[in-house]
């Protein structure tokens, strides 16, 4: 099957964990949506694009940053000597608070992804897209820009490994995809349930998410001898989800 590969690099990067709070705490790696929304931005597209992603990369390391973070609660009315900021609310002023927070973020990211679609005709207006964006390509926040560095379409297909491989590059991979190496993989890290896609309830206009639930697997990871693992023209790995 064909795919677009995408090599990219981020100097700093936060891929929120949505549950964190007290501080913003990131992925390792950007998870599916993410990768998805950045495509869709870059693009221009109008409507969601069905697709499946392989998420891989590495980072220098971590590092907590500050940022100004805006608490404001429309049942609290103005007052001078506890809000920074006074906005106009349904006829009357309300409060805003305005102080710091702490966000983690990724360093020196060096990210690869591969991105395959229903209909291989789209993946020339994708690649098309990616190199001439209509908006700015960041992945994470808005202001976390993204250098692509290649974005190319890739054969990829089933390899029978002929000996021992580790992976190049920490991985997400799909519970479903670790269970078809059994015992002869040896594979280890944090479990993730990653937001993917999303359709929207129409009683309650609501996002209602499709999630996968992936090992971030180090390169540390292998799959043995005489195993089959989908690779790309290049020799790196894919783990579609």
Not at 52 to 59: A, E, M, N, P, T
Request: charged residues 25%; hydrophobic residues 35%.
């Amino acid at each position: 099957m064909k795919a677009i590969r995408i090599d990219a690099w981020q100097t700093m990067a936060s891929y929120r964990i949505p549950a964190s709070f007290i501080i913003k705490e990131s992925y390792p790696l950007p998870p599916y949506s993410t990768v998805i929304g950045m495509i869709h931005a870059a693009c221009g597209f109008q409507e969601y694009v069905p697709m499946d992603v392989s998420v891989q990369g590495k980072g220098y390391s971590s590092i907590s940053d500050l940022y100004t973070k805006y608490d404001f609660n429309p049942s609290i009315a103005y007052e001078a000597g506890r809000h920074q900021i006074e906005i106009p609310c349904e006829g009357r002023s309300c409060g805003v608070t305005r102080g710091a927070g702490r966000v983690e973020l990724v360093v020196d990211a060096e990210l690869v992804f591969h991105v395959k679609t229903l209909h291989e005709e789209r993946l020339e207006e994708i690649v098309k897209g990616l190199l001439n964006p209509v908006n700015y390509p960041s992945l994470g926040r808005w202001e976390d820009l993204i250098r692509l560095d290649s974005v190319r379409i890739v054969e990829v297909e089933e390899t029978i490994l002929s000996n021992t491989f580790f992976l190049p590059y920490n991985a997400y991979v799909p519970l479903r995809t670790e269970a078809e190496y059994e015992k002869d993989a040896f594979w280890h890290g944090t479990i993730y349930t990653l937001n993917k896609d999303y359709t929207i309830d129409l009683k309650t206009n609501f996002r209602r998410w499709n999630r996968v639930r992936a090992r971030y697997a180090s390169q540390t990871s292998f799959v043995t001898e005489d195993k089959c693992l989908w690779m790309d023209s290049e020799g790196t790995p894919v783990f579609f989800a």
